[in-house]
């Protein structure tokens, strides 16, 4: 391959590549590469279209695309994911957010502050991965103190670089355990319990897309034979809790909304599923009104 291309020749050649390697949008994703590669947006890219590439952001290219068509996905390989207008680093250990999950963290905001308005308050993220959900809460809402759980220290070292990032280390607390037992062994109390757990069945998860069976964490898909396990075990934690959370909401499966508020009716009063922009239920949120 030749290195004097121009950059429209350089976005020829990358989708050319990634087509031939049977890549799904093979234009977008080498559009995306070379404008993260100039540090141009997209008006400014075509604007200098016929420029010639620089040797060592066409090096870098032919880098990309070799893990790209290994199913490698860009945001591993470029190292961030942006979530809710703001970039957060993700690595292998974490899951990559998705923009589905901005659709619960929008609903803890709303619902918390018809219950609290602006009262300061404790939010536990379960599963945090690479904290967006807590530290999004915690920027959105800087009243609130926030306490994040996993199980994978890898994880939490990714979660403590987004939240020093962001400037919220002071506010989002870090602990490593399964699910809640870091605060039912310190009887922790808290107000808002948020989490978006593994929820894939175990026997579907080889089957999804590979740049997501064979890089993204199993530990954050794999939900147990049924992908509900993660619902019983935070829902029976719940009970042991010195006092039960007053909102809860879990992130879903298209199909799982009748079984998880079936679960969840069992530790709040008020249980409704919430679907996403699709129509398709996503949210189930629980309130126990003091």
Known sequence: MD???TIRAAFQMA???LRKHEVDSSNFEAEWMLRRLLGVDRTR???????????????????WLERRVQNEPLQYIFGDQMFFGREFKVTPAVLIPRPETELLVETVIEEAKGIWGELPLHVVDIGTGSGCIAITLALECPHWHVTAIDLSPQALEVAHFNARKHS????????QGEYLLPLIQSAASLDILVSNPPYIPSEVVPTLEKQVSQYEPHLALDGGADGLQPYRILTNQIEQLPERPQLIAFE???DQGTEVAEMVRRVAK???VKPDFAGHDRIVIGRMPK
Request: net charge negative; charged share 20%; glycine share 6%.
């Open 270 to 272: 008020d249980v409704l």
């Open 252 to 254: 879903i499966g298209s």
């Open 168 to 175: 919220v280390d002071s506010r989002v607390h870090f602990k």
């Open 3 to 5: 290195s004097s291309l």
């Open 15 to 17: 989708a050319s590549f």
């Open 45 to 63: 890219f075509f604007m200098i279209w016929n420029n010639p590439i620089g040797s060592n952001e066409y090096e870098q290219l032919i880098k």
